[in-house]
């Protein structure tokens, strides 16, 4: 019903910064919650981020100084601003979204994108 696409992900140096996008189809014109998730290779997935439609921002303690989530609702497209990247940031980036805030509130998302790779080199 509903599809997610990232993009934006790339190879960037240290202290470089990348804008993220996920691009939502079919049905989201409802409340709707979207989060972000990152995976690194041989660990687990962790959350960064998420918004709910028409209300604010939830950010993991570990990028909340240099991550910034967005929405525009003109373009059915969520961000998510990187500033300051750092080599640990490297990972796969993921967008999720749902239908549920009760769902939303414990960070599970029943919709997720592909995933974009965001490379930090030094």
Do not use: H
């Given at each position: 019903q509903v599809q997610l696409v990232e993009s934006g992900g790339g190879l960037v140096q240290a202290g470089g910064s990348l804008r993220l996008s996920c691009a939502a189809s079919g049905r989201t014109n409802s409340n709707f919650g979207t989060g972000w998730f990152r995976q690194a290779p041989?660990?687990?997935?962790?959350?960064?981020?998420?918004?709910?439609?028409?209300?604010?921002?939830?950010?993991?303690?570990?990028?909340?100084?240099?991550?910034?989530?967005?929405?525009?609702?003109?373009?059915?497209?969520v961000y998510l601003r990187i500033v300051g990247l750092k080599p640990e940031d490297t990972a796969a980036y993921?967008?999720?979204?749902?239908?549920?805030?009760?769902?939303?509130?414990?960070a599970k998302f029943d919709y997720w994108g592909q995933g974009t790779q965001v490379t930090v080199s030094s």
């Amino acid at each position: 019903q509903v599809q997610l696409v990232e993009s934006g992900g790339g190879l960037v140096q240290a202290g470089g910064s990348l804008r993220l996008s996920c691009a939502a189809s079919g049905r989201t014109n409802s409340n709707f919650g979207t989060g972000w998730f990152r995976q690194a290779p041989g660990k687990e997935r962790e959350f960064v981020a998420k918004m709910w439609s028409g209300g604010g921002a939830a950010y993991a303690d570990s990028v909340k100084d240099r991550f910034t989530i967005s929405r525009d609702n003109t373009k059915n497209t969520v961000y998510l601003r990187i500033v300051g990247l750092k080599p640990e940031d490297t990972a796969a980036y993921y967008c999720a979204g749902t239908f549920s805030w009760d769902n939303y509130l414990g960070a599970k998302f029943d919709y997720w994108g592909q995933g974009t790779q965001v490379t930090v080199s030094s």
